[in-house]
């Protein structure tokens, strides 16, 4: 019963910022590795930020870089995904993923097993 739950989505200006949360039941999140993906319609599903919770190591998506940071809490078994200077090409449903970190050869979404529903961001004045 391995679950994944995002939150923090919603509507936001340009240049505007949002939270999102990634809290993990069913397993411990101090020994995986964490993804965010987003997906616009007709797109591909693309990674956006990655981190190891045991050791904080992270990684960035191109587009994304110096505007979001991902962080852990492994006491509340939550990764944030803190987003700030929005474009509205970020616009797109925001998935997390988790896998055992040694299975994750990069921060694309083939590498990841386990996946949350999805949550909106939408980017727009």
């Known amino acids: 019963q391995v679950q994944l739950v995002e939150s923090g989505g919603g509507l936001v200006q340009p240049g505007g910022s949002l939270r999102l949360s990634c809290t993990a039941s069913g397993f411990r999140l101090d020994y995986y590795a964490i993804g965010w993906f987003r997906q616009a319609p007709g797109k591909e599903r693309e990674g956006v930020s990655c981190?190891?919770?045991?050791?904080?190591?992270?990684s960035y998506g191109d587009s994304v870089k110096g505007r979001f940071t991902v962080s852990a809490d492994n006491s509340k078994n939550t990764v944030y995904l803190q987003m700030n200077s929005l474009e509205p090409e970020d616009t797109a449903v925001y998935y997390c993923a988790a896998d055992r970190p040694w299975l994750v050869e990069s921060c694309t979404p083939r590498y990841f097993n386990s996946w949350g529903q999805g949550t909106q961001v939408t980017v727009s004045s």
């Open positions: 981190i190891s919770s045991s050791d904080g190591v992270t």
